[in-house]
DNA sequence: GAATTAAATGAACGGTCGTTTTATTCTCTG
DNA sequence: CAGAGAATAAAACGACCGTTCATTTAATTC
């Protein structure tokens, strides 16, 4: 055999990045062969190379995709108006909804960047590096105008990255809480940690349910 | 060849198990070979069955280690007293300081359950839940008394645990802050997030520092 | 309907993998 | 100082790896 009916390009090339963020995220890019990948699409492995060169490049362009992604949801996400807490609020929401969404390239993004030769790495890294600037840059505005009382801008910003992408790790959309109910829980927990100034407009408050007062 | 002079097998093993974390730290655990481990360690791929009766028995022993060193750590710095606030505050510190002196079990810990079998990764993910759940108690206990202001004690406690897990993906230790004051900042960060009140006997309080660059 | 292009096959390549087997050398015990 | 057993080397095992190649078939074009 060879050419089978009904075969197509571009939904080919589809069901390979689908399938393979599916397979790396579950065993892991090294442990993935493309012979499974084949499988998985079904299709000889051989045939994978029409579209991937090779793997690791196959790799590099689900990153490189994941990055671009998110980058562009916070783009689409962003408010106009320079408000520390606003922005903030959206940065956690915007960030929480995206990596829910896409917990597959999520996984692959945040275990497999070693798998990365050193050009490609460092692409991803810029990517990353540029998107984690914004945070600083809000966290600043806000430390800046006194909406915020922080330590240490960078360690803040790491932390937040860590709490909000550490979602993933946990979170089943099938469960006890729905995707907004946990944004809305991590938003609380964010605001918190950067000691926001209580009373903010525009911004849902906190829903107290344990113990309190204040 | 075969004994060499000096070979002594105590001291192979050890030298297998730190090589080994390192190899699989940086390179990732399917992509290190037996004989990559062999060379890293001075000895044949063959000589290291041995000491391990196969790839996955050894990387099965060095996470349990790391999870049964985690839990003696914590033992051993739980306060007395059933304090709250100073009960969180011991175990953030002891966890920052015990992660970041064993970056190396750390990372392979953090990524490469996925190369388990079903019966040891339970087993693994027992004694880490049995970790975890004495951070909840703590939070409910804080919650209870209302020395903490909590919406959820199992989304608070996975938010933490991420943030200060997340501190070895960033420090370096030769670099502009030592453990103790990122250690310092972070416990700073974990009192806001989980609300607790301003003022409390034996906490230092939060040394506030300039804004970092970007 | 022939010619061309796109898509996929199946076999094969040289290597490397984890592991086993066998043989040898060294250290320790009595 | 002889013997036992621990520690290692060296070679080999079959399986699988990523990748290439010539070929075949389906879809498209003229």
Redesign the pocket.
């Known amino acids: ?10 939904r ?1 090339e589809a069901a390979i990045r689908e399938a393979a963020l599916k397979l790396i995220a579950r065993h892991g890019y090294e442990a ?5 990948l ?1 499988e998985e699409v079904g ?5 994978l ?2 579209y991937f ?4 490049e196959l790799l590099f362009t689900l990153l490189r995709e994941h990055m671009e992604g998110l980058i562009a949801s916070w783009d689409a996400a962003r408010p106009a108006a320079r408000d520390p807490f606003g922005s903030l609020s959206a940065f956690v929401r915007n960030h929480i909804g995206f990596h829910v969404a896409r917990r597959h390239s999520t996984h692959v993004s945040n275990l497999e960047l070693r798998s990365l030769s050193p050009a490609n790495l460092t692409a991803i890294l810029r990517m990353r590096n540029s998107y984690e600037k914004e945070l600083r840059q809000i966290l600043r505005d806000g430390a800046e105008t006194g909406a915020f009382a922080i330590d240490d801008v960078g360690l803040t910003a790491m932390a937040i990255i860590q709490m909000i992408t550490g979602v993933i790790v946990w979170f089943r959309p099938d469960e006890r809480l729905s995707v907004e109910e946990v944004a809305e829980t991590y938003h609380a927990m964010t605001m918190r940690l950067v000691g926001a100034a209580e009373i903010s407009a525009g911004a849902s408050p906190p829903a107290r349910r344990a113990t309190s007062e204040n």
Request: no cysteine; net charge positive; proline share 4%.
């Open positions: 055999m060879a050419r089978t009916t009904g075969s197509d390009g571009e080919t993935m062969s493309m012979r499974q084949g299709v000889q492995a051989a045939a190379y029409r060169p090779n793997k690791e």
